[in-house]
């Protein structure tokens, strides 16, 4: 049974930074994508960015470009997604998602086989 499990979110001023994890059990993703994806309240889901591991293509929203960072642990079975400079439009619970079917855009959520229970993040200004 696959699991993605979440953790790091929380509340933070505009302007400061936060590290958010998911850690993954009954997949490897070896040469698979891992994403991040967000939804704001009432809004639909966004792909934030999406890493290839094995290749360790990375992929990014442009509202986040230059500010947030993924990264992978392959031998913690973890993704991280650093975020810098947050903004409050930032605000927004943040997803991980995993295995992206075949042909599917990183972007799209509907793209993706596995997700997580999503984690809050708040960015006040």
């Known amino acids: 049974q696959v699991q993605l499990v979440e953790s790091g979110g929380g509340s933070v001023q505009a302007g400061g930074s936060l590290t958010l994890s998911c850690a993954s059990s009954?997949?490897?993703?070896?040469?698979?994508?891992m994403a991040w994806f967000r939804q704001p309240t009432g809004k639909e889901r966004e792909g934030v960015a999406a890493?290839?591991?094995?290749?360790?293509?990375?992929y990014y929203a442009d509202s986040v470009k230059g500010r947030f960072t993924i990264s992978q642990d392959s031998a913690k079975n973890t993704v991280y997604l650093q975020m810098n400079s947050l903004k409050p439009e930032d605000t927004a619970v943040y997803y991980c998602?995993?295995?992206?079917?075949?042909?599917?855009?990183?972007?799209?959520?509907?793209?993706?086989?596995?997700w997580g229970q999503g984690t809050q993040v708040t960015v006040s200004s």
């Open positions: 998602a995993a295995s992206l079917v075949s042909g599917g855009a990183w972007w799209s959520p509907d793209a993706y086989a596995y």
């Open positions: 009954g997949y490897t993703y070896n040469r698979d994508f």
């Open positions: 890493i290839w591991s094995g290749y360790n293509n990375r």
